[in-house]
């Protein structure tokens, strides 16, 4: 009885800590994007480091679907598409994650 108790500790304690550094890289990288996206709007702050930093970060991911979501006269919504995707796909992870973990236990 003490095995299971302590084998359904660690499953649990398992599953919230991958879940958890998972989703906080999900949140890291949402708030780049945002950060980037709001530093668009002061030229000289993407010409600093920090902005250099985060369109190497950043550009790829966004640069996918700027080839998909042409600009609506001076509005650029392929970043909001990209951070709602963005979020779709850590829920799916979580999904596939704790999927996989109700198999194997």
């Known amino acids: 009885m003490v095995n299971f108790i302590i084998s359904e500790v660690v499953y649990y304690m398992g599953i919230f800590t991958i879940t958890s550094i998972i989703s906080i890289a999900f949140s890291i990288y949402s708030f780049m994007l945002i950060i980037y996206i709001l530093m668009s709007w002061v030229p000289s702050a ?3 480091k920090f902005g250099q930093i985060l369109a190497k970060a950043c550009e790829p991911y966004l640069g996918f679907f700027r080839k998909f979501i042409p600009p609506i006269g001076m509005i650029d919504l392929s970043p909001i598409i990209a951070i709602l995707l963005l ?3 850590e829920r799916g992870v ?12």
Not at 94 to 105: A, D, F, G, R, T
């Open 87 to 89: 979020s779709f796909i």
């Open 94 to 105: 979580m999904i596939v994650i704790s999927n996989i973990y109700n198999v194997l236990i």
């Open 46 to 48: 993407q010409g600093s």
